[in-house]
């Protein structure tokens, strides 16, 4: 006689089975939820209930794209904003993997560092902006700083963490075989901790984009910023969404790079949700 039938309470386990699902099913599952706000969009201008002065219908929107991509505006705007977003994106990376890996490999790197790290982390980025209109004036400088600073804590923190939960064991026998520091550190410590690598680069991405934003706010003389300021000026809330949205669509593919890095450097690892 079977468990269950000794006790009647107890129920036979059911092995979890897996749902192979296609990439097409699952990107138009994904699709869905921006389908449905941009009909609940348009339908609230269609029916009067979003008005104009308060936002733009997705056809005014359109046709707003079209002028600025005509007139060359929209592509000269991308192209300044993505160059700031991405020099600061790039100091910010190197600055937190380095202070990162120096305090999480090192005991004196972390009583030394790690302290005074933590304590700047804490700060707002975005009350640094009065400082460094002082320090650097309303030039490029001050702007990819700022985008610098706010992508430099994301990154360490998790270059810290991830450096940190690296198998001891591994580390040491490693070392037994006479590998060097900078080799153990490049053969041994960042494999192990790439999880934690690609997670902080998805927040440091995200905040770059977040970032950007307050840069431009900067007396900007160029990019998106700036074109929503003069959107403002003149009540343009086509424009102002136009740039809205790009602002949403970076941060999107900001995130979809990383998942890609992660299929890639780490293609044994399930995908979250696949086994449901």
């Not at 990107?27 to 941009?38: D, I, K, S």
């Not at 609940?40 to 308060?54: H, R």
């Not at 359109?62 to 592509?75: C, D, F, S, T």
Request: proline share 5%; with cysteine; net charge positive.
């Amino acid at each position: 006689m079977s468990d269950a039938g000794l006790h009647p309470g107890l129920v036979r386990p059911r092995p979890q089975r897996r749902r192979a699902r296609s990439r097409t099913y699952s990107a138009t599952v994904r699709t869905l939820g921006p389908l449905a706000l941009l009909v609940l969009w348009w339908a609230a201008s269609a029916t009067g209930l979003l008005t104009p002065d308060v936002l733009a219908s997705p056809a005014e929107v359109l046709r707003a794209v079209g002028e600025l991509w005509g007139n060359g505006q929209l592509p000269d705007a991308l192209t300044t904003s993505l160059t700031r977003s991405g020099l600061g994106l790039l100091i910010g990376l190197a600055a937190g993997l380095v202070l990162g890996i120096t305090t999480g490999f090192t005991r004196l790197g972390d009583e030394l560092l790690d302290s005074s790290i933590q304590t700047l982390r804490t700060i707002p980025f975005l009350s640094l902006v009065p400082l460094f209109m002082v320090w650097f004036g309303i030039n490029e400088t001050a702007k990819i700083l700022l985008i610098a600073i706010a992508t430099t804590f994301p990154m360490y923190v998790s270059t810290s963490s991830g450096v940190r939960n690296t198998d001891p064991k591994l580390i040491e026998a490693m070392r037994s075989f006479g590998m060097g520091r900078f080799a153990l550190v490049r053969e041994v410590v960042l494999p192990g901790a790439l999880p934690s690598l690609l997670a902080g680069l998805r927040l440091s991405m995200t905040l770059s984009v977040i970032a950007l934003i307050a840069a431009e706010e900067i007396n900007a003389t160029a990019g998106i910023g700036y074109l929503m300021s003069q959107a403002q000026s003149y009540a343009r809330t086509d424009i102002l969404a136009v740039c809205i949205l790009v602002y949403g669509l970076l941060g999107l593919t900001a995130d979809i790079v990383v998942r890609l890095l992660e299929r890639l450097l780490m293609p044994w690892r399930t995908p979250q949700g696949a086994t449901r």
